[in-house]
T-cell receptor, first 117, second 116 residues
Framework: AQTVTQSQPEMSVQEAETVTLSCTYD???????LFWYKQPPSRQMILVIRQEAYKQQNATENRFSVNFQKAAKSFSLKISDSQLGDTAMYFC??????????????FGKGTKLSVKP | KAGVTQTPRYLIKTRGQQVTLSCSPI?????VSWYQQTPGQGLQFLFEYFSETQRNKGNFPGRFSGRQFSNSRSEMNVSTLELGDSALYLC???????????????FGPGTRLTVL
């Protein structure tokens, strides 16, 4: 079975500093997609960043970047220049989207990030 | 493009009743997935619809059902509500056509269901 593990239930960071959230996953698939979503107190689930497993280059989106280590099955999120608006629950998610897995995102338990002024 | 919309945003029901939640996907998206989010179990996959067909189903009892219409709008129904069905129900849509956004799910704001 495919699983996603986030080992840090809570983290905090000072405004303007950098923080890294960890995620590991387990799969026997060779091609898949990994995501980071944020869920602020409003509960709206917002896509932060996306990585396709066959792409070796790490994805970046403005202040957000990932460190994708396929062999180690690790997918960490780095947030640079943290802002108060980054305060949210962050979920790591996986999908292979192949037969039997269509439309099924497997989520980790989440990391609650607090950005302090 | 407009985002994923869900109605209603909040619902209060009593045990034994049934409820129907609605989801309108992003224009052009044909895949719609549903998730249940609770503090204890986290985010759990309910089912996925594509072109009016259920392609995938999570591990939920038969009281949870869904359907998709020809315009890709989807509904989910929960019959004989139990207290444990209180949750945030999230709907997400995705495009299956190739491109940078393919296979990426975009979520609606959710429907918060409270069962008394």
């Amino acid at each position: 079975a495919q699983t996603v593990t986030q080992s840090q239930p809570e983290m905090s960071v000072q405004e303007a500093e950098t923080v890294t959230l960890s995620c590991t996953y387990d799969t026997s698939e060779s091609n898949y997609y990994l995501f980071w979503y944020k869920q602020p107190p409003s509960r709206q689930m917002i896509l932060v960043i996306r990585q396709e497993a066959y792409k070796q280059q790490n994805a970046t989106e403005n202040r957000f970047s990932v460190n994708f280590q396929k062999a180690a099955k690790s997918f960490s999120l780095k947030i640079s220049d943290s802002q108060l608006g980054d305060t949210a629950m962050y979920f790591c998610a996986f999908t292979s989207n192949y037969g039997g897995s269509q439309g099924n995102l497997i989520f980790g338990k989440g990391t609650k990030l607090s950005v302090k002024p | 493009k407009a985002g994923v919309t869900q109605t209603p945003r909040y619902l209060i029901k009593t045990r034994g009743q049934q409820v129907t939640l609605s989801c309108s996907p992003i224009s052009g998206h044909r895949s719609v997935s549903w998730y249940q989010q609770t503090p204890g179990q986290g985010l759990q996959f309910l089912f996925e619809y594509f072109s009016e067909t259920q392609r995938n189903k999570g591990n939920f009892p038969g009281r949870f059902s869904g359907r998709q219409f020809s315009n890709s709008r989807s509904e989910m129904n929960v019959s004989t509500l139990e207290l444990g069905d209180s949750a945030l129900y999230l709907c997400a849509s995705s495009s299956t056509i190739g491109g940078p956004g393919a296979n990426t799910q975009y979520f609606g704001p959710g429907t918060r269901l409270t069962v008394l």
